[in-house]
């Protein structure tokens, strides 16, 4: 890294915006199911609308944002996406019917740039050899928050289940006073670049694909991968209550649990990994323990063995931050924010797709009509796609 303190901060913003999303996972099941009087599996349904309108926005708004910070700079976008995410988990707290929540999550599909964004900062700062050590940073930083945040939902879920909007509201306003004081631009004159309308269109930006034949099999390995493991928040509240009948603090408990093991993964394997298998062979390592955590969850009865088997369900993200790189060091260093934008795209069309599908599975499979009782079978679903994203990847070419 050519300077620290802009890496802390990244990291700080990125642990305030995982704590604000994990600061609401907890309650998620019971909100949806006082604002609407239905159980839990319509509750679910639900829950995938709302993670699919919030995609759908970041997918048509994702290139728009990230060429917005290669023409205007990382740091406006960053700062005005999380002014407008403070007001919007106001009027999430406020809400009290299921219209507001779609409409608050459109909002927040809209400003939740902060990621992509991020990245692109990171990649600005960082040489080519460090690049997947820096997006492991990022990944540790979200884990981080994924650790405090849950936690302190269903801690916070004591006090009602709009507390944690509250506290997240405060959490992202905080963050965007951070970033005003510290943050500082990493877009100069060398790398900026004028803005168009024809890159900034998602689906102009998918159509781009197909002029990169060198990333095309990396992309489609990346798209794979985001709606195989888009199962785990589409689905793990609902899926932890129905199985283990999990209240809101062990609900957090278990997201903090993962989040923690996520975190020591980015923060200290990462780089050691790479080194030692280089980003291919690491890629390779992450694909295939994803589809033996993902099939383990899916046939597991005991909540000791879902906490067994946290620890390698993380352990298989080892794999994500060597593929960022490889496609990170085969774009010029002006299109860093372009790049980030169309993954953003690629991660949203994945997450329209699967929380729709991963939440009917769940609520077919864990209904009195189902063919066989299996509130698991989402996850054995997304292991088959994630078996698919391992043999596109071992079929693209080879090299760094």
């Known amino acids: 890294m050519t300077n620290r303190l802009p890496v802390l901060v990244i990291m700080a913003t990125v642990v305030l915006d995982a704590m604000g999303i994990g600061l609401i996972l907890p309650v998620m099941p019971d909100l949806i199911q006082e604002v609407t009087g239905g159980d839990l599996g319509a509750a679910a349904i639900w829950g995938g609308i709302l993670s699919t309108v919030f995609a759908f926005m970041q997918f048509l708004c994702g290139p728009l944002l990230g060429n917005l910070s290669d023409r205007f700079g990382r740091r406006p976008v960053l700062l005005v996406s999380l002014v407008v995410m403070s007001a919007d988990y106001v009027l999430l707290a406020l809400a009290q019917n299921i219209w507001i929540l779609v409409f608050g999550r459109i909002v927040a599909g809209i ?37 405090l945040g849950p936690a302190m939902g269903g801690i916070l879920a ?20 951070l970033g005003w004081f510290v943050l500082k631009e990493t877009v100069t004159a060398t790398n900026r670049r004028l803005f168009q ?46 199985r283990f009948a999990f209240d809101e603090s062990m609900i957090g408990l278990s997201l903090s649990a993962y989040g923690l093991s996520y975190a020591i993964v980015q923060a200290a394997l990462i780089a050691p990994t790479v080194k030692w298998l280089g980003n291919r062979y690491t890629v390779i390592l992450g694909l295939t323990l994803e589809v033996v955590a993902l099939i383990y969850l899916g046939v597991i009865s005991s909540s000791l063995l879902l906490f067994i088997g946290i620890p390698v369900a ?87």
């Open 197 to 242: 309308w024809r890159r900034a269109n998602p689906l102009g930006a998918l159509a781009a694909v197909n002029h990169l034949p060198a990333m095309t099999k990396l992309l489609v390995v990346f798209f794979l991968y985001q709606v195989a493991s888009a199962v785990y928040p589409a689905i793990w509240a609902y899926f932890v209550t129905e």
């Open 158 to 177: 004591q006090f009602g289940t709009r507390a944690p909007f509250w506290a997240a509201a405060a959490l992202a306003g905080g963050n965007a006073l």
């Open 314 to 400: 993380a352990l298989a993200s080892v794999g994500m931050p060597a593929l960022k790189a490889i496609m990170s060091r085969r774009v010029a260093d002006d299109a860093q924010g372009e790049l980030q934008g169309l993954s953003s795209s690629l991660t949203s069309l994945a997450h329209i797709l699967s929380p729709l599908v991963m939440t009917q599975c769940f609520a077919y499979f864990s209904a009195d009509h189902a063919i066989f009782y299996l509130p698991g079978a989402p996850f054995l679903l997304s292991a088959v796609l994630m078996v698919l994203s391992l043999l596109v990847f071992l079929k693209s070419r080879r090299g760094t």
């Open 111 to 147: 400003t939740a740039a902060t990621y992509a964004t991020a990245m692109a900062y990171m990649a600005d700062i960082s040489k080519p050899e460090e690049k997947a050590r820096a997006f492991g940073l990022v990944g540790a930083g979200i884990g981080i928050g994924f650790v």
